[in-house]
C-alpha cells in the first residue's frame, strides 16, 4: 500500500538532518488504541484530510493478532497509527501540523462534522507563543487531538 525511505542518510545527531538540509523531528511514528476501528478511520480520514494526511497503511491481520492496525500520515510516511483495542488510559493527546490557520480551521470543521467533539476551536494560544494558532477535537475515545500552526499570520 505504501513504500516509504529517507531521502539521504540520516545524521545520527539531534536534530537529525536529512541530505538535503531539512529537520527532522525526533519523534518517529506514534501509536493510540481505539476502541472501534470503523468509527476511529472516519474520523481520522476526515479529521486529517486538510493536513494532507490519509490511511496510508493497514498491517495484514495475520501479523496483528486479528486486530486492526493503520497507520495515517503525509505521503509517503505513516507516522501516525491506530489499533483496535481499549483506549490508552488516561487518553493521549496529539498534534498534528498545519501548514496555514486556515487548515487548523478546515481540521476543526472537518473533526467535529465526523463524529468529534469539541475540545477548544480554532484560535491563538499566544500562552504557548506569540504566534501559536490551534484548534482541539476529542476523538471518538476521547483523545485529545489538535491541529496547530506556528507561523505569523
Ligand atoms: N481546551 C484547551 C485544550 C488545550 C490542550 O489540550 N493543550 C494541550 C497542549 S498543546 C495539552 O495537552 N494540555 C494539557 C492538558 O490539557 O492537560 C484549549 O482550547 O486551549
Redesign the pocket.
Known amino acids: 500500500m505504501y513504500g516509504f525511505a529517507p531521502k539521504g542518510r540520516l545524521s545520527s545527531r539531534l536534530p537529525s538532518v536529512d541530505t538535503d538540509g531539512s529537520v527532522l523531528p525526533m519523534l518517529d511514528h506514534m501509536g493510540i488504541s481505539v476502541r472501534d476501528p470503523e468509527a476511529s478511520r472516519r474520523f481520522y480520514d476526515a479529521a486529517l484530510a486538510p493536513l494532507g494526511g490519509r490511511l496510508l497503511m493497514e498491517v495484514p491481520k495475520a501479523h496483528t493478532g486479528g486486530v486492526f492496525v493503520g497507520g495515517y500520515g503525509v505521503p509517503p510516511m505513516p507516522d501516525f497509527w491506530i489499533t483496535g483495542g481499549a483506549p490508552n488510559e488516561p487518553r493521549i493527546?496529539v498534534?498534528f501540523r498545519a501548514s496555514s490557520r486556515a487548515e487548523v480551521d478546515a481540521f476543526y470543521q472537518a473533526a467535529l462534522a465526523a463524529g468529534g467533539r469539541d475540545?477548544?476551536?480554532p484560535g491563538p494560544?499566544p500562552h504557548?507563543h506569540e504566534h501559536y494558532y490551534?484548534a482541539?477535537v476529542l476523538d471518538p475515545d476521547g483523545h485529545?487531538i489538535?491541529a496547530?500552526c506556528h507561523d505569523p499570520p
Open positions: 493527546h498534534a475540545n477548544g476551536p494560544r504557548y490551534g482541539f485529545n489538535e496547530v
